[in-house]
């Protein structure tokens, strides 16, 4: 009883921590981060659902295997059995599996297929890794534009309040409520655009342009980082998202528009312009 009742305030303490921060990671934080899209809700389900089957798993093997090590030590059993099979209990072992992994199966082709087939978009964005920042080019209605996101030292970090390596000087900025297509590249190895909050893990590999999607449903600030080992400042290339409302997001795209649109062009543009990958 005692521990279920320590599980139960740790669960409970973790839950209100997790609201309390869903944009970022927290210390001694249990569980997954607040989901901020469905796609990451049905990550979490699954994930949850995989525990479950898990333990349960787990604990079966466990008491199966104390079970043989009391009932059939010497003390106990001093004439061992010579029986070689059991034609039920082999059926079972068989067929009890395969049910588990279909029913796995099933919820997980399920969320693959949800994370790989890309709606109709609303907004596309170009996003292209390079050592060690990222570059984002939107489309608005004044024409294209593009601009680089620069990580942030520990002491601008603290100096606006944002956690350690995960500030950025320009935000990509998202409208709420909105699905959102990424195209993603790189210019030099290769990196993964990761949001944790947002449910999606991408490459961004040189020559090579991968999709994927999200639709935000909550206003915020969120936080990734690039997720694949790409050098000596991997640990430097943060991913800071700002999700605004759709009237707030229009505002800032023409405002961009007058900022970055006379800017050079960063060459993760050049590269996919070169492969017919910028629509």
């Known amino acids: 009883m005692r521990w279920l009742v320590l599980a139960a305030l740790v669960c409970g303490l973790s839950a209100v921590g997790g609201h ?7 210390d001694w934080a249990l569980g997954l981060q607040p989901a901020a899209t469905h796609i990451r ?3 979490g389900s699954f994930h949850h659902e995989l525990l479950i089957i898990i333990t349960v798993i787990t604990l079966f093997v466990t008491v199966l295997l104390l079970y043989v090590i009391v009932r059939f030590r010497k003390a106990a059993n001093p004439t061992p059995s010579k029986r070689t099979h059991n034609t039920l209990i082999e059926i079972v072992w068989t067929v009890v599996p395969v049910l588990i992994l279909m029913f796995i199966a099933i919820d997980s082709f399920k969320l693959l297929y949800a994370e790989d087939v890309v709606p109709d978009a609303d907004l596309t964005i170009r996003v292209t890794g390079h050592q060690w920042n990222w570059s984002y080019g939107y489309d608005s209605p004044k024409g294209k534009f593009e601009f680089t996101s620069l990580p942030l030292s520990d002491d601008e970090d603290k100096a606006k309040g944002l956690p350690r390596l995960l500030g950025t000087d320009t935000q990509l900025v998202l409208p709420v409520n909105t699905t959102v297509r990424f195209i993603v590249t790189s210019t030099d190895v290769i990196h993964d655009f990761t949001v944790p909050a947002f449910g999606f893990k991408i490459d961004a590999v040189p020559g090579r342009a991968n999709e994927t999607w999200t639709k935000v ?3 915020g ?12 400042g991997h640990y430097f290339m943060p991913i800071m998202v700002k999700v605004v409302s759709k009237e707030e997001f229009k505002k800032w795209l023409d405002k961009a528009h007058d900022e970055y649109a006379a800017l050079p062009t960063p060459s993760g543009a050049t590269q996919l312009a070169d492969a017919g990958l910028t629509r």
């Open 20 to 26: 309390a921060f869903a944009e970022q990671p927290q």
């Open 217 to 219: 449903e909550k206003e």
């Open 41 to 43: 809700e049905m990550i």
């Open 221 to 232: 600030t969120y936080y990734g980082q690039c997720s694949e080992l790409c050098g000596s």
